[in-house]
T-cell receptor
Framework: GEDVEQSLFLSVREGDSSVINCTYT??????LYWYKQEPGAGLQLLTY?????DMKQDQRLTVLLNKKDKHLSLRIADTQTGDSAIYFC??????????????FGAGTRLAVHP | DGGITQSPKYLFRKEGQNVTLSCEQN?????MYWYRQDPGQGLRLIYY???????QKGDIAEGYSVSREKKESFPLTVTSAQKNPTAFYLC???????????FGNGTRLTVT
């Protein structure tokens, strides 16, 4: 099946770490992505992880993948007000013929307060 | 700079009219996509195209049509048959297969 689930809202204090969680259902996913959307804008690719990896770190961002539980998380260290946005988790599904499709979660709205 | 351009940013139409949303990319990507975004929901795939002159229906294609006559362009027409056309429409492109999608800044369509 195709389903990606995320909690809808997260509030953190500036300077703290944020952890956004995501679960997916298709074990054949090759890549899993995190996108960021600011108000009125398109989606910006933040980071991604290949399905044979457990962890990926990129500056303040850490992605953890538990393939057994189909659980993906994004940790943002030292969260800043500029990190306030909606964060989307997405899994990449491949089809015969080389076609691929991204399945998105509903997005987690991160609010950073002083 | 390479990127994806969607125009216009805001579009207003009367019910019963067809409207075409533009999407152009200069990334030399083979694959292009149209997604629809509604408040509190994830993105839902409308149509996608892997190569010129070929496209496939996504999960919510009813009431929409597309064309892919050029690699750079993938316009979306919202027809009068689409029951709830008011939404935020996002165009994306990728090199295909396992490559990530790159998004335009979206077009907000309001139909009254």
């Amino acid at each position: 099946g195709e389903d990606v689930e995320q909690s809808l809202f997260l509030s953190v204090r500036e300077g703290d770490s944020s952890v956004i969680n995501c679960t997916y259902t298709d074990s054949s996913s090759t890549y899993l992505y995190w996108y960021k959307q600011e108000p009125g804008a398109g989606l910006q690719l933040l980071t991604y992880i290949f399905s044979n990896m457990d962890m990926k770190q990129d500056q303040r961002l850490t992605v953890l993948l538990n393939k057994k539980d189909k659980h993906l998380s994004l940790r943002i260290a030292d969260t800043q007000t500029g990190d306030s946005a909606i964060y989307f988790c997405a899994e990449n599904l491949m089809f015969s013929g080389g076609y691929n499709k991204l399945i998105f979660g509903a997005g987690t709205r991160l609010a950073v307060h002083p | 700079d390479g990127g994806i351009t969607q125009s216009p940013k805001y579009l207003f139409r009367k019910e019963g009219q067809n409207v075409t949303l533009s999407c152009e990319q200069n990334l030399n990507h083979d694959a292009m996509y149209w997604y629809r975004q509604d408040p509190g929901q994830g993105l839902r795939l409308i149509y996608y195209s892997q190569i010129v002159n070929d496209f496939q229906k996504g999960d919510i294609a009813e009431g929409y049509s597309v064309s892919r006559e050029k690699k750079e362009s993938f316009p979306l027409t919202v027809t009068s048959a689409q029951k709830n056309p008011t939404a935020f429409y996002l165009c994306a492109s990728s090199r295909g297969e396992d490559s990530p999608l790159h998004f335009g800044n979206g077009t907000r369509l309001t139909v009254t």
